[in-house]
């Protein structure tokens, strides 16, 4: 049985993309903004050469080798959110009752939904865009997580309790990513 002494991952660097590493933060700066992000995981380490991320690891554990692999997925996102965005393209789903959508500073608000009264509202999480066009909604932005967690609260406020969900379909639903 040999056991890897070091394991070694890279990522490319595009050339509009700029990487500041201070200690465990790691800044990313690109055309369409900038993403930092802390990193510390001891067991990994992470260097900037000329044109890529390097992420090694000396006599790596189970755990070691998964956490290799979330740190460079991490990263790619951040490069990627930097560089092209992401995009979640989102329908307003009704039968009966005519739902309107509005979006505020940090909060969209959902009236009529199934007759209700009160409105239901989702919280905007960090630096995500919701756009409201007729019945489709675009939840935008360049951190993954944040844009990811808006569309899942928008999702989730509009989730129908108690009742068939074969009949009752209303509601706000992910159609495609653009990432």
Do not use: W
């Amino acid at each position: 049985m040999v056991l890897a002494a070091i394991i070694k991952e890279k990522i490319s660097i595009p050339e509009d993309v700029e990487v500041n590493m201070e200690s465990t933060n790691i800044v990313i700066k690109g055309p369409k903004g900038e993403v930092s992000r802390k990193f510390n995981y001891s067991n990994i380490s992470i260097e900037k050469n000329e044109d890529n991320l390097s992420l090694s690891s000396r006599f790596p554990k189970k755990t070691d080798k998964s956490m290799m692999g979330t740190t460079k997925a991490h990263l790619s996102n951040m490069i990627t959110g930097v560089t092209d965005g992401f995009t979640y393209h989102m329908k307003i789903v009704f039968a009966h009752f005519p739902m309107t959508v509005k979006v505020g500073d940090y909060k969209v608000t959902i009236e009529n939904f199934i007759g209700e009264k009160h409105p239901r509202t989702a919280k905007i999480v960090g630096s995500a865009k919701v756009n409201v066009k007729g019945d489709e909604v675009l939840v935008s932005g360049i951190n993954k997580e944040d844009v990811g967690q808006t569309m899942a609260n928008l999702e989730q406020a509009t989730k129908i309790k108690g009742k068939d969900p074969r009949v009752f379909q209303d509601g706000i639903y992910l159609v495609s990513k653009k990432e």
